[in-house]
């Protein structure tokens, strides 16, 4: 499994459109060859921190994300909706997540009025 996370800081003002950003982004993802998961996280303590954090079947299915449109929009919506972000690539990263809370990323079809 090969894998990476994208530490963000989320400016407070936008965190609603980075949340927004995150569902729509999820739902794409799933076009992609090789995508197995990304899951959401955000910091019990400080609720401006999040951790996306995206699984690939191969290394191959990744650099070719991480190459990809998708990703383009994802690092830049990170720039542009946070105040700083890192990007850690590896094969397995593994983290302690017990202070964060995971965010569901399911997409769901807007509802009528």
């Not at 963000?8 to 936008?14: G, N, Q, R, W």
């Not at 999040?50 to 650099?63: A, I, N």
């Not at 094969?91 to 807007?110: G, H, Q, R, V």
Request: proline share 2%.
């Amino acid at each position: 499994m090969f894998s990476y996370k994208m530490e963000i800081t989320v400016t407070p003002l936008k965190i609603g459109e980075f949340m927004d950003f995150c569902l729509s982004i999820a739902n794409e993802l799933t076009h992609e060859r090789g995508y197995r998961t990304l899951h959401l996280y955000q910091n019990t303590d400080d609720t401006q921190n999040y951790v996306l954090f995206s699984e690939w079947e191969s290394k191959q299915s990744m650099e070719n994300h991480l190459r990809g449109d998708r990703f383009s929009l994802l690092k830049g919506a990170a720039i542009v909706l946070g105040k700083s972000f890192k990007l850690k690539i590896g094969e397995a990263l593994i983290a302690d997540y017990s202070n964060w809370t995971k965010l569901d990323l399911a997409w769901k079809p807007e509802q009528e009025i």
